[in-house]
């Protein structure tokens, strides 16, 4: 059975930057407060004509680039997003057709945080069949647009960013060697957003009760998140059949720098080979971890033969892994 392997990264953030500091003016916060308790510093905010397809679509050219594929050898687009562009139709359709990938399937998936991991076993699964050849993963988030900016538990925590990669096939034992993912619905209220669905459509009562913003009872969400990444860490080192000390480099959703430095302390990795660029981005959802991988792929971090696990946790509750050789 075939495997599949990442042959391109791209990602992109809007350029207006939010910074500690022009929170202290918007909400009762202080910079040294954010950086203490999530380890952020600044975060990157889409203006009000940017939407998730925008900043897909530029992350997919820049991926597509890398990867020397053309849009038009497309078999399959997924985007992973919380914050898509419309109810329907699918934001992956909207990107379809602004890249020209005419013979290409498009589909979105939810997974909140752990999207992009969920849409690289997605794609694995479709590449490793025989079914689709070349896959594009695109994680695209204008959490600004949920985000209530006159709660400051939640408003200080999250960013805008969208990252993308190209799949093709590759030998079995190359590419992605193992991913896993788990949900537990039982936990659903405690990161969401309430209004705008079935359960509770738009009407003037929902959106004078700020309802349609997202909600989070922080820290019980934070137990979770260390205790559930931690279980996908280890058990994708598990299936892939190496062991935690073999790891080059941990790339963790990219939400507090406690979770990671967490996930990290037990899998027993040194700071060296722990990525975190959520000073400069917040968390941006499933954007995190492309965002994060592109960004390490630049910095020289990752080299070919390098083993690199991705971990992730998000709402629903969802949380996943992806360890694979470069």
Known sequence: ??????????????????????????????????IERTGIVE????????????MGLEAAKRALKNARVRPEELDLIIVATLTPDFIFPATACLIQDRLGARRAA????????????YGLSVARGFIASGEYDTVLVIASEVLSKITDWKDRATCVLFGDGAGAAVLKAAKEGQGILSTYLRADGGNWDLLRVPAGGSRIPTTHKSIEKRLHYMKMEGNKVFKIAVQSMQEAALEGIRKAGIKAEEISLLIAH?????????????????????????DRYGNTSAASIPLALDEAVKKGRIKRGDLVILVAFGGGFTWASCVMRW
């Open 1 to 34: 059975m075939r495997s599949a392997r990442i042959v391109g990264v791209g990602s992109y953030v809007p350029p207006k930057v939010l910074t500690n500091r022009d929170l202290e003016k918007m909400v009762d916060t202080t910079n040294q407060w954010i």
């Open 43 to 54: 975060r990157h905010i889409a203006d009000d004509k940017t939407a998730a397809s925008d």
């Open 106 to 117: 498009a589909f979105d998936l939810e997974a909140a945080c752990s999207g992009f991991i």
């Open 254 to 278: 990219q939400a507090n720098l406690r979770i990671i430095n967490a996930v990290a302390k037990r899998l027993k990795l040194p700071l060296r080979k722990v990525f975190v660029n959520l």
